[in-house]
């Protein structure tokens, strides 16, 4: 077993489908796509403990980047044939996990992120030298957590530094895990960033967070995506990322819906049926 003071690295064995890790674990990269790059620390986080990593290559062309978060998942027993495309909001259906999505644009290469969670279930995050993100407030205690990282999207890479401080500094007196931050912060709860113009609350996309859930994939009829994640779900798997169905279209959620035959042609719904 791993010593709770141990150096943070990245589990060995369980990994997303498309993660690579270099020989001292310190390094995880995303082969291809922009999806399965789930990793976890190879041990438990201690509460109040800074989970530090830097980023060390960003890829354009997609939407969203570094999910983060906590688990109580201990990555030694998940067989990573079974790890989900993505851990928002796939393994945090399927299991006690609590995650989030950074700002768009927060983290780019060469940008050090550290997270953690306190006492009171608060998940913070800061980015180098910047102000603490509050992420949620929802994680249950009194579990050991290991940390979980997703190498997603315009996210391609990421080194952990094995920091191993604890505490928050700047904290009240007499509560070491209480948090004090200028109250113009931007703090995202629920694993949700603000969404763009054109998503209102509970309609973005479940892939970036950020434009409308305006389409749903056909034949399962999932409407849970944006048009250009949705694409880029059929153009490089093909497969719901609900349920894992086999996408034969896509097509436009609200209105009139226009199906996408995946060779650029678009149909009705009667020429479809």
Known sequence: AEAPGETLRFHAEALGAQVRLDA?????????????????????????????????????????????GFTRLDPARVPA????????PDLEWQSPTWAAVLPDGCARTGDVVRFWVTRRGRLFAQVNAGPRLLLRKDVPMGAPLWAVMDVYGTTKAIELLGEATGGDPGTAPGD????????????????????????????????????AANTCFVPCGHTHFCSSCAWRV????????????????????????????????LVSVADWT
């Open 24 to 68: 001292e674990r310190s390094t995880a990269r995303r082969r291809a796509t922009f999806h399965d790059g789930i990793v976890f620390s190879q041990r438990p986080v201690r509460p109040g403990e800074r989970v530090a990593l830097r980023v060390l290559c960003h890829e354009r062309g997609w939407c969203g980047g570094l999910r983060l």
């Open 81 to 88: 044939r079974s790890l989900p495309p993505f851990v928002c």
């Open 176 to 211: 070491p895990t209480a948090s004090t931050f200028p109250t113009t912060m931007p703090h995202v709860l629920g694993g949700e960033i603000p969404p763009e113009p054109g998503a209102t609350a509970g309609e973005e996309c479940v892939i970036c967070f950020h434009r």
């Open 234 to 265: 059929f153009g490089d798997t093909a497969k719901c990322p609900m349920c894992r169905w086999e996408i034969e279209a896509v097509a436009l959620a609200r209105g009139r819906p226009a199906l996408g035959t995946g060779d650029g042609l």
